[in-house]
């Protein structure tokens, strides 16, 4: 194993020294067997066995994570745009950070958590005042700074995430296209025209269209905005008003069907609404009141497999609950006999089966269906 390590990120590299070993003749063979050996979460090391063996302390909350595509590695993200990765897969290279960048500089506004992957074999970091930041082979096509500097404006509301391209969503419903991203429309243009006000912030990134010429952006209360092509196919206040209901807890993640034609909303609560072509297999206050039983810690994410035909929902002490298709492969509380010692802050399905969850210090559990939990 090869370890290097700097001010502003950490690279732990299982795979350089077998890689090494090999023409590029044997690439595809290479390929293959790295599939095979990385099918399902693995745990490829965290901030904590990093910083602990270096007697250091981590500068910022960890606020995100990236998977490699074949599923052989990750990236996790900082508040300050520091970068760790682990795994020495090629979707999981450390090319840079945000305080290595800066230097003596001070970033204005912490990072989302939004590690955008780039085809070309670098990232792109997304900072709240709608900063960017790119590593690698990533092109830097412009920011919100840069643009608002030129119109002698200020950004009204806080960047709440972004997609490739790249697309920036605020969480006024304000929506920035930067490249080849289109601009189809915002939520402040739309409501200017009908001389009404945003009910809830915008929460969480842009949802593209499967075409990729739309979006959509949900909003705390459920609220769904769509441009271009994507599709209008319900909100929770289409469903709840009439009924003079309320929701019970905000909305914090979104999901929908590669083909577009139908979307999850996820609520704190575990509350799960569906709208289109989504079937609704299941929420955490269904399985809980039937037992009688209170969730011990709200849901920060949700997730739909592959096929549309299941999806997890992950709460901030670790838990996870699967409905549908998505099969349960264990939980942090199962696996810890002590406490968590920070919050889960993200999640994220792994090729083969499985999922990584990811803690505010930067602890990582990797649970597959053949393995309860790794952590180290």
């Given at each position: 194993?090869?370890v290097?390590?700097g001010?502003?990120g950490v690279?732990?590299?299982?795979a350089?020294?077998?890689?090494a070993?090999?023409?590029?003749?044997?690439a595809?063979?290479l390929?293959?067997?790295?599939a095979?050996?990385?099918?399902g979460?693995h745990?490829?090391?965290?901030?904590p066995g990093?910083?602990?063996?270096?007697r250091?302390?981590?500068?910022a909350?960890i606020?995100g994570?990236?998977?490699?595509r074949d599923?052989?590695?990750y990236r996790?993200?900082?508040?300050?745009?520091?970068?760790?990765?682990?795994?020495?897969?090629?979707g999981?290279h450390?090319?840079g950070s945000?305080?290595?960048?800066?230097?003596?500089?001070?970033l204005n506004a912490p990072?989302?958590?939004?590690?955008v992957?780039?085809?070309?074999?670098g990232y792109v970091?997304?900072?709240q005042?709608g900063?960017?930041?790119?590593?690698?082979?990533?092109?830097?096509?412009?920011?919100v700074?840069?643009?608002l500097a030129?119109?002698?404006?200020?950004?009204n509301a806080?960047?709440?995430?972004?997609?490739?391209?790249?697309?920036?969503?605020?969480?006024?419903g304000g929506?920035?296209?930067?490249?080849?991203a289109?601009f189809h429309g915002?939520?402040?243009?739309?409501?200017?025209?009908?001389?009404?006000h945003?009910?809830?912030?915008?929460?969480?990134t842009?949802m593209?269209?499967?075409?990729?010429?739309?979006?959509?952006?949900?909003?705390?209360?459920?609220?769904v905005?769509?441009?271009?092509r994507a599709?209008?196919?319900?909100?929770?206040?289409?469903?709840?008003?009439?009924?003079h209901k309320?929701l019970?807890?905000p909305?914090v993640?979104?999901?929908?069907?590669?083909?577009?034609q139908?979307?999850?909303l996820?609520?704190?609560d575990?509350?799960v609404?569906?709208?289109?072509?989504?079937?609704?297999?299941?929420?955490?206050p269904?399985?809980?009141?039937a037992?009688?039983r209170k969730?011990?810690a709200?849901i920060v994410g949700g997730?739909a497999t592959?096929n549309g035909?299941?999806y997890?929902?992950?709460?901030?002490?670790?838990g996870?609950f699967?409905?549908?298709?998505?099969?349960?492969a264990g939980s942090?509380?199962?696996a810890?006999r002590?406490r968590?010692?920070?919050p889960?802050?993200?999640a994220?399905p792994a090729p083969?089966?499985?999922?990584?969850?990811?803690?505010s210090?930067?602890?990582?559990?990797?649970f597959?269906?053949?393995?309860e939990?790794?952590?180290?």
């Open positions: 194993m090869a290097t390590a001010s502003s690279v732990i590299d299982h350089t020294l077998i890689a070993q090999f023409q590029p003749a044997h595809e063979a390929s293959s067997v790295r095979a050996a990385c099918s979460a745990f490829k090391g965290s901030v990093v910083l602990d063996r270096e250091r302390k981590l500068r909350p606020v994570i990236t998977p490699a599923g052989c590695g996790l993200v900082g508040s300050d745009g520091g970068v760790f990765a682990f795994g020495g897969a090629p999981s450390y090319h945000v305080p290595g960048a800066l230097g003596d500089k001070r990072v989302t958590g939004t590690v992957p780039d085809g070309r074999g970091l997304i900072a005042d900063g960017v930041f790119v590593f690698g082979a990533a092109k830097f096509h412009g920011s700074p840069g643009v030129k119109l002698d404006k200020r950004l806080p960047v709440a995430g972004g997609t490739a391209g790249y697309r920036l969503a605020a969480k006024d929506v920035f296209s930067f490249a080849k289109g915002s939520v402040p243009g739309v409501l200017a025209k009908l001389r009404e945003l009910a809830a912030p915008v929460v969480g842009v593209p269209a499967p075409n990729g010429n739309g979006y959509w952006l949900y909003a705390s209360d459920g609220g905005f769509t441009f271009g599709q209008f196919l319900g909100s929770v206040p289409k469903v709840l008003d009439p009924e309320h019970a807890a909305v993640a979104a999901a929908s069907l590669q083909n577009g139908g979307y999850w996820f609520a704190a575990g509350g609404f569906t709208f289109g072509k989504v079937r609704f297999y299941g929420s955490v269904g399985v809980l009141n037992q009688r969730l011990n709200p997730v592959a035909k299941g997890w929902l992950f709460a901030s002490d670790g996870v699967s409905f549908g298709n998505a099969k349960f942090v509380p199962g810890l002590g968590l010692n920070a889960i802050v993200a994220a083969g089966g499985g999922y990584w969850l990811v803690a210090d930067g602890g990582v559990f990797a597959r269906p053949s393995q939990g790794e952590r180290k």
